[in-house]
């Protein structure tokens, strides 16, 4: 397997685990969010902007746009929050 797709199914392992907290389990996302890219798309966004390990992934809301937060140890130990436009999937 290669190294990409590895480190792709742990960044989706870890998402799809028991980290979600009572309060957001139940809080329903924007419409945008559930319509345009998933959480897990986000993920493996700011995974391959990095090419680190994703830690957390929250949605955010900027003004009027939906936003995925997405924290990420870097290769070189640095912790880094990246902001993934929910609607497009870029970088914001």
């Known amino acids: 397997m290669k190294p990409a797709t ?11 685990g028991t980290g979600a907290s009572a309060d957001n389990a139940s809080a329903p996302l924007p419409q945008l969010v559930k319509a ?5 798309d986000a993920a493996a966004a700011a995974q391959r902007i990095t090419g680190g390990r994703v830690l957390s ?7 009027d746009k939906d936003l995925w937060r ?8 640095d912790v880094r929050v990246i902001y993934i436009d929910a ?6």
């Open 6 to 16: 590895i480190a792709l199914a742990s960044a989706l392992l870890l998402l799809s």
């Open 87 to 92: 609607e497009t999937g870029n970088p914001a």
């Open 36 to 40: 345009g890219l998933s959480k897990d």
């Open 70 to 77: 997405v924290k990420v140890l870097t290769p070189g130990g």
């Open 57 to 63: 992934v929250e949605h955010h809301r900027q003004g």
